[in-house]
């Protein structure tokens, strides 16, 4: 078996996570990432597996892959998500089930099935991905905002029914990144939510990695069920 520290990272077909990827692959990780769809990178550290993150056999299938492969976990980054900006009368059903899906019952699964895996070695590092749209209220993001609402109960629970086992569960609430995700909301709403923030300005990447660099660094053993908000909320 390899050693070398692993780390996986959900979502990481374009975006934040293939940033995130290229970064910890540089970093000496060992890098496991997903998708729905293929990736068209490639690195000697990166594997890659296709899949659905809320379908549960698909994900018991990668873990068993990457205990097969390296007989460990060592960081999980839930970074896989969608979202809309629609007003809750124009929002259907489906859609609101699709995001509650993928951002919180995969979020769920990944975090379920990474614990058992970290737990074999006594030490684990889960990062979750929250958004500023939840403390803020934003309208027009019922559905999104709710569903990373769940994932901040979830990690402050995680918090502390993982403790015991090495496993710290932390989250991060990135302000507007200039991604896909927010490509089809009005430059005017992004504006405004920009201007209501202390530090005006579009996050960046480097901004996510920075605390989660923090998040698992073996010395934030005493920091769990924590969310930090970037651009001063």
Partial sequence: MD???????????????????????????????????????TFDNYQHFCLDVSHETEVKKLFFG????????????????IGLANHILLTP???????????????????????????????????????????????????????????????????????????????IGPTPIKTDLIRSIPKDKIRRLIDSLAVKRYGKVLDVINVIDFFIKPESDYITGQTIYLGGV
Avoid: W
């Avoid at 990457?66 to 007989?71: A, E, N």
């Fill in 3 to 41: 050693s070398s520290k692993v780390m996986l990272i959900t979502g990481t077909r374009k975006g934040i996570g293939e940033q995130l990827v290229k970064h910890y692959v540089t970093q000496g990780f060992k890098v496991v990432g997903c998708s729905r769809k293929d990736v068209d990178y």
């Fill in 66 to 81: 990457i205990k097969k492969s390296y007989g460990r976990l060592d960081c999980l980054i839930n970074n896989a998500g």
């Fill in 93 to 171: 059903c489906k859609t609101v089930q699709d995001i509650m899906n993928t951002n919180f019952t995969g979020t769920f699964l990944f975090c379920r099935e990474g614990a058992r895996l970290m737990k074999q070695n006594g030490f684990g590092r889960i990062v979750n991905l929250t958004t500023v749209a939840t403390p803020l209220k934003l309208e027009g993001e019922a559905a999104y905002a709710s569903s990373k609402a769940a994932v901040i109960t979830l990690t402050q629970i995680l918090g502390k029914e993982l403790a015991e086992f090495g496993i710290t569960v932390n989250a």
